[in-house]
């Protein structure tokens, strides 16, 4: 079987990396090294600090970054079950003073036996995980699911893309062969690195054949996430897929119809446009392109969903502002008109960022 250049560097990457078991007994120091002299950091500050870990003869480093902060603290702070609020305990502790955050994570290396991945070429850390990890191979994986792919005929495997996404991790997007007059699907596959961190998982990119453009993307909900200890079958797992792929083809083709014959009021545009916080100079991108819509579309939910990806589909604006109108061009036709459409709440970020 023929894999991905991408995959089977890392792959071979990951072979490289060794396993530092943290003993007790040894001596263990934890320094945290400032690239400036500030004394009060935000949340974006902490990618300048580095954490240095000295034990014996070894000098691991890593960044202050989200796994980092996110596998030490959650251990620290285990009331806490979300990033943003051990992010937000880890920052006041950080702001308090280095020397308890450096003792804290200290003792949480010792006291739970954990294992720092390195990289042995300049000590770097690669990861943190238990004495009982076992890392995973990635092609092994992506075998199973193209042999269970090729069996449904479901997706094509044959002509696979692949991406990097945000947090550096492999994607390889599969089209799903299920015909459809109004949707296209894309199974997108990300397979996870053995840092402890990362998890296999699906995701799913959907395009409207009506104008090309992609929606915002839609993480599975599959109950066969494979992490990197789970002894979910492969079997499960593609099945469980491939019938999400067919129900969510079919939801998102009802939910397209009824955007495009549900009309709105000639005031609703005014009403929507002041629950964007978004310049007003892309509002009145908006407001133009969804004029020019509507003599398509009529002035429907439909002709302002592909208003909005439109404008956010060009460069010109901010990637946030990307990232917004997107996914505010999928939500209003996909979620309840009455909880999302016609509701008076603000409207902001809420799900998966990356659009194609």
């Known amino acids: 079987m023929n894999y991905p250049i991408e995959l089977k560097n890392l792959v071979d990457y990951e072979s490289t990396i060794l396993d530092y078991h943290v003993d007790p007994s ?15 950091y935000s949340l974006q ?56 955050l450096s003792q804290l994570i200290k003792q949480v290396f010792i006291k739970n036996n954990l294992v720092i991945r390195y990289d042995p070429e300049n000590y770097k850390i690669y990861g943190i995980v238990t004495n009982i990890y076992s890392p995973s191979d990635q092609l092994k994986l992506r075998e199973h699911f193209v042999l269970a792919a090729n069996k449904t005929k479901l997706f094509d495997t044959t002509n696979s893309k692949i991406d990097i996404n945000s947090g550096g991790n492999i994607e390889e997007r599969f089209l799903f062969n299920n015909p459809s007059q109004s949707v296209q699907l894309e199974c997108t596959l990300v397979y996870g690195k053995n840092t402890g961190y990362n998890s296999y998982k699906t995701k799913w990119h959907r395009k409207s054949l009506d104008d090309g453009m992609w929606f915002s993307t839609w993480e599975s909900n599959n109950k066969y996430e494979w992490r990197n200890n789970s002894k979910s079958g492969f079997v499960d797992y593609v099945e469980y897929i491939f019938n999400e792929g067919l129900e969510h083809q079919k939801f998102l083709e009802e939910r397209v119809k009824m955007a ?35 003599k398509q579309f009529g002035k429907t939910v439909w002709a302002l969903s592909h208003s909005l990806r439109f404008i956010g589909s060009s460069n010109a604006i901010a990637k946030k502002t990307q990232w917004l109108l997107q996914e505010t061009g999928t939500l209003i036709f996909e979620k309840s008109y009455k909880d999302y459409l016609e509701s008076h709440h603000q409207i902001k970020l809420s799900g998966s960022y990356v659009t194609y």
């Open 45 to 100: 500050d902490l990618m300048k600090v580095v954490v240095m870990i000295k034990v014996k003869e070894k000098e691991f480093s890593s960044k202050m970054d989200r796994p980092f902060i996110h596998q030490i603290g959650g251990r620290i702070w285990k009331n806490e079950r979300t990033y943003i609020g051990v992010a937000m305990e880890w920052l006041k502790t950080m702001n308090d003073g280095g020397e308890i």
């Open 260 to 294: 495009k014959e549900k009309n709105l009021q000639e005031d609703f545009l005014n009403f929507f446009m002041n629950r964007m916080l978004i310049a007003y100079a892309t509002k009145d991108r908006i407001r133009n392109q969804y004029t020019i819509d509507t």
């Open 26 to 40: 040894h001596q263990f120091e934890v320094q945290l090294k400032y690239t400036d002299g500030r004394k009060n």
